[in-house]
């Protein structure tokens, strides 16, 4: 019977202890050390020999450097390996960290203090990084000393200017080392036909695939490591990516996050500059012209389509279809998209070709000048549809001429080319 009294008592007594225990309240982590002092440029003007392979102190021990940043890079997605990359007005820089998994400490959105004391800064290959010296490299902070040079303050804000608006990479301009390892965008961007159908990595190493915008070239660069490796890229569509701007040497890289960096291409807003296209009298009252004179160019009218095509050919020739002048009054980000057909299969891409030319007038045309667009067609679409930005801007005239080039050097057969439309638009 007492042992009964004593077990009843027990119970009560941990009834009433569990109540007694509550789960601590969540406080958000405040800073209260030195205020910031310096920028993110300021740490990079510690480190002026870029390239070189050689590291700086940022400070001496016993100075106040004081860096204010928020966190723009994510390693949920298992593609940024023991790095954070923090950015403020200034620009961007990575921070070497021994430690995996380092979004649930420092998600996206995070305000930092970062001390520079004790910490070095130096570069892999052109791209910024600090941390602890390590033999003769940038080497990774040790996560125990984390606290003795970053500091959270309040809790993550995606509402940040530098998160919700990142730096869009409209065209080559943008490329830039003031926006590397910063978080960019890059709207309306095509892979390389040879990436159609392919993962985004392997699983076994990491995997490069180009991508083009306006003119500016971009590697996605996807580990193995990372979760949405199986991602399946579709050349045929544009997309719209979120990321960190890299690069390696001269090389401009893109680091996805996680997948919900790639995106379908945000429909933007345009203009049409110029509008192209064929009909009956387009060899003649419509300023069209081919060279040489052999006719190699048709017109065409097929299943509601007109277009002009140049038919196969498995012997060397060289034919240009030459369009009218085109004026444009402002071609700073103007592009020049063709709407095409062209299952170019086992033949060379090198065939068909885009050009311009300022000084041809309707005379000689070995008088003239012209100019490969650079970069030049990259897809063939096996059904018509606009395509293939090109970026008017490297024209230098608001006055030009553009030909389409079919160049067979005879080693192989090419394929059938038909074109509907030639399209200029901002």
């Not at 159609?196 to 180009?210: E, I, K, R, Y």
Request: glycine share 8%; charged share 20%.
């Amino acid at each position: 019977m007492r042992k009964t009294h004593i077990f009843a008592a027990i119970s009560i007594l941990l009834l009433f202890g569990c109540n007694r225990w509550e789960d601590p309240e969540f406080v958000a982590p405040v800073y209260d050390g030195p205020a910031a002092n310096k920028t993110i440029a300021d740490i990079k003007a510690m480190h002026p020999s870029l390239g070189t392979g050689s590291q700086d102190s940022i400070c001496r021990f016993d100075e106040t450097f004081i860096v204010k940043a928020v966190v723009v890079s994510s390693d949920q997605g298992g593609n940024c390996y023991k790095y954070i990359t923090v950015q403020d007005e200034t620009g961007g820089i990575e921070i070497s960290i021994d430690r995996s998994s380092l979004y649930n400490e420092y998600p996206v959105g995070q305000t930092v203090y970062i001390n520079c004391a004790g910490l070095i800064v130096g570069d892999y290959h052109n791209k910024y990084q600090i941390g602890w010296k390590y033999n003769g490299s940038v080497g990774r902070i040790h996560p125990t000393a984390l606290h003795r040079y970053i500091s959270k303050d309040g809790m993550p804000d995606l509402d940040n200017p530098l998160v919700a608006k990142p730096i869009e990479i409209a065209g080559p301009d943008d490329l830039s080392g003031e926006n590397v390892n910063c978080l960019v965008k890059i709207n309306g961007c095509r892979f390389s036909s040879e990436a159609h159908g392919q993962p985004l990595a392997s699983n076994d190493f990491t995997v490069d695939h180009p991508i083009t915008v306006n003119g500016a070239s971009v590697v996605v660069r996807t580990s193995n490591y990372a979760n949405f490796r199986n991602t399946i890229v579709d050349a045929t569509k544009e997309y719209c990516l979120y990321g960190i701007l890299s690069i390696y040497n001269r090389d401009y890289q893109l680091t996805l996050r996680t997948k919900d960096d790639i995106q379908e291409s945000v429909v933007q807003e345009e203009s049409t500059l110029a509008e192209l296209s064929f009909d009956e009298n387009s060899f003649s009252t419509g300023g069209w012209t081919q060279y040489p004179d052999n006719q190699s160019w048709k017109y065409q009218s097929y299943s509601g389509s007109n277009f002009m095509y140049h038919a196969n050919s498995s012997q060397q020739c060289d034919d240009w279809l030459i369009s009218p002048e085109i004026t444009i009054q402002d071609i700073g980000k103007a592009l020049l998209y063709i709407d095409h057909q062209n299952n170019v299969g086992g033949s060379p891409a090198s065939y068909y070709q885009v050009y311009y030319s300022t000084t041809y007038d309707g005379g000689a045309f070995s008088e003239a000048d012209w100019t490969a667009f650079s970069p030049n067609l990259n897809y063939y679409p096996s059904s018509f549809g606009l395509s293939n930005a090109l970026a008017i801007g490297n024209v230098g005239s608001n006055k030009f001429r553009i030909a389409l080039r079919y160049h067979v050097d005879g080693t192989a057969a090419g394929t059938r080319w038909a074109v509907r439309k030639v399209k200029i638009t901002r």
